[in-house]
């Protein structure tokens, strides 16, 4: 039956599909055991976790282009056409694709700046979570409520962003407001008193000022130093004991009110 049909077909174009195939199956095979080895170096190297996916997407890429490339011209294809056509279509799509190339271009902007790291706490446009990765089009922030944004790159590189987990300590400023009867020594000092308790920093000391004299209140403001990670759960504590102190001190808070006299 071979014989048959090798009447009908040259044996060199067959020689040339079998040894393409065969090139294909290593090439595939190979190129698995490539971005195997390149996931394990990316985890012992010091480049962002969320930035993983944008390099392994990319090599994939470029790698099977090249296979690709490979193959036809194992099959006796003239690849500098190919490689003009491609470059023809590359342009016609870039121009079509405008979008999705800035956003390509902006996942490497952000490796290069590096203004955020897997891990921290941002908002960028006004969307706030935490880094969970960066891939070849969209930055993904993950919501203290278990919800996944994902932020163009281009929009990310173009936009503001505040970095909460950048610095090591960061100043939590407790709000409230006292009666005008209250002596405001008191307010500052019960305050102050609110202020010290566990994980909330010595140095700087808390401090309480008189932020504002309003229509119906006194505004002050108790500004404490803590740790990053810790922030949350001292805001937290601090504003639930700031009325603890208040309710112990006989202090006030008010609330917008109108004293009406009438005269007789």
């Given at each position: 039956?071979?014989?048959?049909?090798?009447?009908?077909?040259?044996?060199?174009?067959?020689?040339?599909?079998?040894?393409?195939?065969?090139?294909?199956?290593?090439?595939?095979?190979?190129?698995?055991?490539?971005?195997?080895?390149?996931?394990?170096?990316?985890?012992?190297?010091?480049?962002?976790?969320?930035?993983?996916?944008?390099?392994?997407?990319?090599?994939?890429?470029?790698?099977?282009?090249?296979?690709?490339?490979?193959?036809?011209?194992?099959?006796?294809?003239?690849?500098?056409?190919?490689?003009?056509?491609?470059?023809?279509?590359?342009?016609?799509?870039?121009?079509?694709?405008?979008?999705?190339?800035?956003?390509?271009?902006?996942?490497?902007?952000?490796?290069?700046?590096?203004?955020?790291?897997?891990?921290?706490?941002?908002?960028?446009?006004?969307?706030?979570?935490?880094?969970?990765?960066?891939?070849?089009?969209?930055?993904?922030?993950?919501?203290?409520?278990?919800?996944?944004?994902?932020?163009?790159?281009?929009?990310?590189?173009?936009?503001?962003?505040?970095?909460?987990s950048a610095e090591s300590t960061r100043r939590a400023e407790i709000l409230v407001s006292a009666s005008y009867t209250v002596p405001t020594q008191k307010v500052?000092?019960?305050?102050?008193?609110?202020?010290?308790?566990?994980?909330?920093?010595?140095?700087?000391?808390?401090?309480?000022?008189?932020?504002?004299?309003?229509?119906?209140?006194?505004?002050?403001?108790?500004?404490?130093?803590?740790?990053?990670?810790?922030?949350?759960?001292?805001?937290?504590?601090?504003?639930?004991?700031?009325?603890?102190?208040?309710?112990?001190?006989?202090?006030?808070?008010?609330?917008?009110?109108?004293?009406?006299?009438?005269?007789?």
């Amino acid at each position: 039956m071979l014989d048959i049909v090798y009447q009908f077909i040259d044996k060199a174009i067959v020689d040339k599909v079998l040894f393409a195939v065969i090139l294909l199956v290593i090439g595939i095979l190979a190129i698995r055991i490539v971005l195997k080895l390149l996931k394990q170096m990316l985890e012992k190297s010091r480049l962002e976790k969320a930035a993983h996916s944008l390099v392994t997407s990319l090599s994939s890429a470029v790698l099977y282009v090249l296979l690709g490339l490979m193959v036809a011209s194992a099959l006796g294809i003239d690849v500098t056409g190919i490689v003009a056509l491609a470059s023809v279509l590359t342009l016609a799509l870039s121009l079509a694709l405008q979008n999705m190339v800035s956003n390509i271009i902006g996942g490497f902007t952000i490796l290069y700046t590096q203004p955020f790291h897997s891990g921290d706490y941002v908002e960028i446009a006004g969307q706030g979570g935490t880094v969970q990765e960066i891939n070849m089009t969209y930055t993904k922030l993950a919501t203290p409520d278990n919800k996944v944004i994902s932020i163009p790159n281009s929009v990310v590189v173009a936009a503001q962003i505040v970095n909460y987990s950048a610095e090591s300590t960061r100043r939590a400023e407790i709000l409230v407001s006292a009666s005008y009867t209250v002596p405001t020594q008191k307010v500052i000092d019960a305050l102050a008193l609110a202020g010290t308790m566990d994980n909330v920093l010595l140095d700087p000391a808390p401090q309480a000022v008189i932020l504002s004299y309003g229509e119906s209140a006194i505004q002050y403001s108790l500004r404490i130093w803590t740790k990053t990670e810790d922030y949350w759960d001292v805001y937290f504590a601090v504003n639930q004991r700031v009325k603890q102190i208040f309710d112990e001190q006989g202090i006030a808070m008010t609330y917008p009110h109108l004293n009406v006299h009438l005269d007789k």
